[in-house]
């Protein structure tokens, strides 16, 4: 049977070889012969060289696979203990109101004691939010003399700039302190703009500081459930709150994925190691972790994790409070949310090049949380997963419908991508989400290219490995001061890589439904359409420029 079946294997090489280069040299016939001569030699080495090709990228695969769903098995399951486990926290660690007597070892109650803490607020341009930013962080609950509201403006349109000095005046004029600050020039982008925050005498005054992008709204009582862990762990840098959206089809999809990075990925870094990578807002840091750490640094666009990793090597620990939550704006519009994710993967990747060796040498870190920042957070969630989802299900699929003599093991190609996925929507409410998970599936894959672009730009050091490109808001559809006349319109830009994959995944699914091969297209006549919608931005909305 074993030598029947070697045998039939061969014949079917040997006819599939003949076809190959019959096919080659029809094709080349109409050329100069020295010109036919060369691209005959060429097509028959692809044609010998293809399948054993395929077959090392399925095996590479496979490793890449296992690698994919043990991270995300280690993730969900330090997370559900961390969740199970939450009400025997020992008591730094939970989230209590402010105490004056207990916290700060004061008494009666008096403002004293409570610490000096900055808000910074930095943004640009933010005609649609300002107001929602600036007064939520001026309603929060803390004494008005121990607390700073710093608006750091580096707007460029001088419409915007009075308006946002206006609404931090007509604060000031209601009791809170409220610091406008603008530069005159955008060096560095956030990071130098959040650097130049810290530099004012009245900033190096304060013991936390409380970051807010644009966007975000804080409850009152934020500061009230995070500062009191800080005050209790003298070795905590950071307390991280999770973010909370407002919907349409193209957020509620990214609402998915960010489920599961602050409910699985951020809980299971604070349990496991106390590290994860800082979010960039909603966070209250430590400023004497922040100034040992060396300050904001804007070699990337990921200042945000930057800074983290860089306090995580000195021995700082962070912890992430999840059942904190402050509303924030997801991007609503196709364009706004590549060039976030632009800017999400490729800073991360250019950071990991820049710190490899800092990380390896770090002496305050134990080997076992540097494998940890080194495999985990880097290696395998940033560039294994984003690779994987993109070449096994958008190029190896698609070439595995030619070279039907490739064999992928069911395993590989259904059990565990789709116990992967049911892991990773493990932190969405499946009675409202349940709808959406096939197409989330096919978005994330097709952003995957993207992502996987984003990253090689960054490994490489490549010209947009520094582009920053602010993230267009929108204000959730509320009016805003000087808005009048301005109107939503649709602009469509193509892009072409997303196009090139969807048409191959297109004809591929189309051979495979022709053929009888096996059931591919059901895959990828679905995942074709959201590589088109991604390539004619047809999802989310469009703004004027």
């Known amino acids: 049977m074993h030598h029947a079946g070697g045998h039939r294997l061969a014949a079917m090489l040997a006819g599939a070889g003949e076809a190959f280069a019959s096919a080659a040299d029809r094709l080349t016939a109409s050329f100069p012969p020295a010109v036919a001569a060369f691209l005959r030699l060429l097509l028959r080495a692809w044609g ?35 969740k199970l486990l939450s ?117 190096r005054g304060c013991e936390f500081v409380a970051i807010f992008d644009a966007d975000f709204q804080p409850s009152p009582d934020f500061l009230a459930r995070t500062v009191p862990l800080l005050l209790r762990d003298p070795g905590l840098a950071l307390v991280q709150a999770r973010w909370e959206f407002d919907e349409c089809l193209l957020t509620r999809m990214q609402e998915m994925s960010m489920d599961y990075h602050f409910k699985v990925e951020q809980q299971a870094g604070s349990s496991l190691c106390s590290f994860f990578g800082y979010n960039g807002s909603a966070g209250v840091w430590r400023r004497q972790a922040i100034v040992e ?28 409070v999840g059942d904190v939550k402050v509303k924030s704006e997801l991007p609503s519009s196709l364009g706004a949310y590549r060039s976030q994710q632009h800017r999400w993967s490729c800073g991360p990747a250019l950071l990991f090049k820049k710190m490899l060796r800092e990380i390896v040498a770090a002496e305050r870190v134990p080997a076992w949380k540097k494998l940890y920042i080194v495999y985990n957070f880097f290696v395998t969630r940033r560039v294994v997963s984003t690779f994987f989802t993109f070449f096994f299900f958008s190029v190896l699929l698609p070439a595995k419908t030619l070279f039907p003599q490739v064999r992928i093991p069911t395993w590989q190609m259904v059990c565990v991508p789709t116990a992967t996925t049911l892991l990773n929507s493990a932190g969405t409410p499946w009675r409202r989400s349940a709808h959406l998970v096939v197409p989330w599936v096919a978005f994330e894959n097709a952003m995957a290219l993207h992502r996987f672009k984003a990253i090689l730009i960054g490994l490489f050091e490549a010209g947009r490995a520094n582009e920053w490109i602010v993230t267009r808001k929108s204000g959730n559809g509320r009016p805003t001061p000087g808005a009048e006349g301005r109107r939503l319109k649709r602009r469509c830009r193509l892009h072409w890589l997303e196009l090139l994959v969807g048409a191959l995944l297109l004809a591929s699914g189309c051979y495979d439904c022709v053929h009888g091969h096996g059931y591919f297209y059901l895959f990828a006549l679905p995942q074709s359409i959201m590589y088109f919608a991604i390539g004619f931005e047809l999802l989310g909305v469009h703004h004027t420029s």
């Not at 399948?51 to 490793?63: E, K, S, T």
């Not at 994790?305 to 306090?311: G, K, N, S, V």
């Open 87 to 203: 009400r025997r926290r020992r008591p730094g660690r939970r989230d209590v109101p402010v105490e004056p007597d207990v916290e700060a070892g004061g008494g009666g109650g008096s403002s004293a004691c409570f610490p000096m803490v900055l808000v910074q607020i930095p943004m640009y341009n933010e005609r649609e939010v300002y107001q929602l930013s600036i007064g939520a962080a001026c309603r929060l609950t803390w004494p008005a003399e121990r607390l700073i509201v710093q608006v750091l403006d580096d707007s460029t349109d001088a419409a915007i700039k009075e308006l946002v000095r206006e609404e931090c005046e007509r604060w000031a004029g209601s009791g809170v302190d409220v610091r406008y600050e603008a530069r005159t020039d955008r060096a560095g982008h956030k990071a130098g703009n959040l650097t130049e925050g810290m530099r004012h005498a009245y900033a």
């Open 293 to 320: 750490s060396g300050g904001w640094d804007e070699r990337t666009t990921a200042e945000d994790m930057d800074l983290a990793l860089r306090a995580a090597l000195l021995g700082w620990e962070f912890v992430y």
């Open 48 to 82: 010998a060289l293809s399948v054993p090709l395929l077959r090392g990228a399925v095996m590479l695969c496979m490793a890449m696979s296992v690698m994919v769903l043990a991270e995300k098995v280690l993730l969900g399951t330090a997370s559900a203990a961390a």
